[in-house]
């Protein structure tokens, strides 16, 4: 089945305790972007990737970092969360290098204490 | 940079109304899409539209492109209660094509 894994789909953690978030596709997209979704300001962009080794910020990619060693993986890397980062993240892919049609992974649920 | 803006915020109406989300970007767009969140999901594509002045419809729903591509319309006639959820609309700058920023979802209860 095509899909986009993320995982954990749920983690609480203390500030400054760093984490990765994993996400990986099975379609063979060259595309891959993370956002955050909060209460009233819809879904924003931390960072995409068009291929491997091609990663570039979002609009809101403070306190974020990413790697795209693989072509099915991108990992979203938060070296010392804060509780500003609580909230819902999603993974997607599409195919192409540029973002068309997005497949979202079921999302990942950070709570930073 | 890019915004999109999405009214209303929230929606409810009596099961058998009709819907409607309105989708307004500050920067005119290569393309608009729509997404549909059911609640406790993930957003799930629904449909692009590319031209300006495009009109799409998925049985009960209806999309449409403004004709300066800066605007976009859902409607839904006759909600029933599989409706539910959030509605998305994503747009890709004419510049950019690596970019697509989200509008800011209208959250829709329909009552049974």
Known sequence: ?113 | GQQVMQIPQYQHVQEGEDFTTYCNSSTTLSNIQWYKQRPGGHPVFLIQLVKSGEVKKQKRLTFQFGEAKKNSSLHITATQTTDVGTYFCAGRNSGGYQKVTFGTGTKLQVIP
């Open chain 1, 1 to 113: 089945e095509a899909q986009v894994t993320q995982n954990p789909r749920y983690l609480i953690t203390v500030t400054g305790k760093k984490l990765t978030v994993t996400c990986s596709q099975n379609m063979n997209h060259e595309y891959m972007s993370w956002y955050r979704q909060d209460p009233g300001l819809g879904l924003r962009q931390i960072y995409y990737s068009m291929n491997v080794e091609v990663t570039d910020k979002g609009d809101v990619p403070e306190g974020y970092k990413v790697s795209r060693k693989e072509k099915r993986n991108f990992p979203l890397i938060l070296e010392s969360p804060s509780p500003n980062q609580t909230s819902l993240y999603f993974c997607a892919s599409s195919p192409g290098n540029s973002a068309g049609v997005l497949t979202f992974g079921a999302g990942s649920r950070l709570t930073v204490l």
